[in-house]
């Protein structure tokens, strides 16, 4: 299957600091990437859509100031947590759509685990 | 609004059984359905996906598609301690810029 590398795998930081998390896409392009953050034992929660060249669109209830997206090439998506506060501490993960005749698969990134002291 | 829903289990089933996950989803319209293995504190990883009416098998695997229930399930045979995770049901439907509507899970343990 395709390959989606997403960096860092673990992060702590400061209250009130940003922290800035990479999604390449490594052998194949991606027009559409997506965000998701997951709390202990709960599902996956789509955060936001990312298209290359364009701005992202985002789930209602996630604030776009705080959680900036930027999808600057078919290869990168990145998500930025401005003024990350405890209750930001989470699971992210990135996703990237593969084409796949004229179905679309999501390939996983290895997630994020972000932890706000 | 789109739904999918699966039962959250846990389901518990002794090794070498069959273990059987299913999923409904709301929409006629949908078009694709996934299955994800989630191991917990990783990302989802892809089992299998499946277009059509039928089965598919793949390995140990078979997705069951039935549109005129709306329902997709997942079959995994001669289960092993390995599989203990949470299954995710996703559907993605045409013109949704390919987001995909997802199952909360079902978590599945495997008894040795």
């Known amino acids: 299957g395709a390959v989606v590398s997403q960096h860092p795998s673990w992060v702590i930081c400061k209250s009130g600091t940003s922290v800035k998390i990479e999604c390449r896409s490594l052998?194949?392009?991606?027009?559409?990437m997506f965000w998701y953050r997951q709390f202990p034992k709960q599902s996956l929660m789509l955060m936001a859509t990312?298209?290359?060249?364009?701005?992202?669109?985002?789930e209602q209830g996630v604030e776009k100031d705080k959680f900036l997206i930027n999808h600057a090439s078919l290869t990168l998506s990145t998500l930025t947590v401005t003024s990350a506060h405890p209750e930001d501490s989470s699971f992210y993960i990135c996703?990237?759509?593969?084409?796949?005749?004229?179905?679309?698969?999501?390939?996983f990134g290895q997630g994020t685990r972000l932890t706000v002291v | 609004q789109k739904e999918v829903e699966q039962n959250s289990g846990p389901l518990s089933v002794p090794e070498g059984a069959i273990a059987s996950l299913n999923c409904t989803y709301s929409?006629?319209?949908?078009?694709?359905f996934f299955w994800y293995r989630q191991y917990s504190g990783k990302s989802p990883e892809l089992i299998m996906f499946?277009?059509s009416n039928g089965d598919k098998e793949d390995g140990r695997f078979t997705a069951q598609l039935n549109k005129a229930s709306q329902y997709v399930s997942l079959l995994i045979r001669d289960s092993q301690p390995s599989d203990s995770a949470t299954y995710l049901c996703?559907?993605?439907?045409?013109?949704?810029?390919?987001?995909?509507?997802w199952g909360l899970g079902t978590s599945l343990a495997v008894n040795p």
């Open positions: 996703a559907v993605s439907y045409a013109g949704n810029n390919r987001k995909l509507i």
């Open positions: 996703s990237a759509v593969a084409p796949r005749g004229g179905n679309t698969e999501a390939f």
């Open positions: 052998d194949f392009q991606a027009t559409t």
């Open positions: 929409d006629r319209g949908s078009q694709s």
């Open positions: 499946i277009y």
């Open positions: 990312s298209n290359e060249g364009s701005k992202a669109t985002y």
